[in-house]
């Protein structure tokens, strides 16, 4: 199934891989959002997920090793920022901001030494006779678990929030804090949670990076793709089928610009290279021309302080 000397097939397949790091960030800064925190640290978060995970991975000749060493370097960043906006209570925009730059240049200085290294290779998840189905086969089963876990992270998420008591909570905390505080629930250690949530799951998109779709380190290897997340989670208004939905977009934007360079396409190598970005910021000023509708999905204290005395 080929069109203009792309294979389609390929394409899909390509995309989901391409996706992952995006929807494992993306779903978790959903959570955070939800509970009514706005962390715009998750570049910096996926670029020390991406670190730490390599360098765990590395080290330990395990690339499941290195995944979890990926979402403990995100976790990490997260109770930082969550120390520094629900303890000290500081702005939380100027906080995330912060805390990017600050991934960027750990994640640089831990680095060093380990450029022109590779690590070790994560396998596809072997489905037997799955795998031989045309069309159907190369999509959905010759992929290795990251794939299948953003994609139940995101099943998981939906089902959590709409029907279980933590996901009540959670919403709660997210929309009126006070209110929630005021009924006996510990606002503060939500939100501590939900960011957790978030910088694990911001990791171990980090560590993806650099463990299976470019396999060895570089500075500033996530390229922007924490704040592509971030857009993603409004362009999804909050929602987890729309986030996945989002995701896909941009990974299929971004395999198409490279296939469509592999395939000599007469289109200039600088326009391709910033197509999955321009749209992202296309489709953002749409949904901001539908400010009522976009809006309704926002938690109403999002990014407003809690004081628990107030």
């Known amino acids: 199934m080929t069109i203009g000397g792309i294979d389609l097939v390929v394409l899909i397949a390509s995309l989901m891989v391409a996706s ?11 959570i955070a959002e939800k509970s009514g925190v706005l962390n715009l640290g998750v570049e910096g978060m996926m670029i020390m997920g991406a670190i730490c995970g390599f360098v765990a991975a590395v080290h330990s000749g395990s690339p499941v090793v290195g995944f979890f060493g990926g979402a403990l370097g995100g976790t990490a960043m997260a109770l930082l920022f969550a120390f520094l906006t629900q303890i000290l209570l500081s702005n939380q ?11 960027l240049g750990l994640s640089a ?20 006779p799955l795998t031989q189905i045309p069309v159907l086969g190369p999509i959905l089963f010759q992929h290795d678990w990251v794939v299948y876990l ?18 009540l909570i959670l919403r709660a905390v997210g929309e009126n804090h006070d209110a929630a505080h005021a009924l006996g629930y510990r606002v503060r250690t939500v939100r501590t949670l939900a960011l957790m949530f978030g910088g694990a799951c911001a990791g171990m998109g980090g560590a993806y ?31 987890p089928w729309r986030v996945l939905l989002g995701a896909y977009i941009f990974g299929g934007v971004t395999v198409l610009q490279l296939r469509l360079q592999a395939a000599g396409i007469a289109i200039p190598v600088q326009i391709l290279s910033m197509a999955p970005y321009l749209i992202t910021i296309l489709v953002l000023v749409i949904m901001s021309a539908r400010r009522g509708r976009a809006a309704i999905g926002a938690p109403a204290s999002l990014g407003r302080i809690f004081h628990a005395s107030s």
């Open 20 to 30: 992952t790091p995006i929807l494992l960030a993306a779903i978790g800064e959903l």
């Open 93 to 103: 925009v100027a906080t995330g901001l912060a805390l990017t730059l600050f991934g």
């Open 109 to 128: 200085l831990i680095g060093q030494g380990y450029n022109g290294v590779r690590p070790p290779q994560t396998d596809n998840l072997n489905f037997g």
């Open 150 to 167: 953003s994609l139940a992270l995101v099943a998981g998420t939906w089902a959590v929030l709409r029907y279980s008591r933590v996901g």
């Open 209 to 239: 990076i650099s463990l299976v779709r470019v396999p060895q380190w570089s500075d500033g290897m996530t390229a922007g793709a924490g704040w592509i997340a971030l857009a993603i989670v409004v362009f999804a208004s909050w929602r």
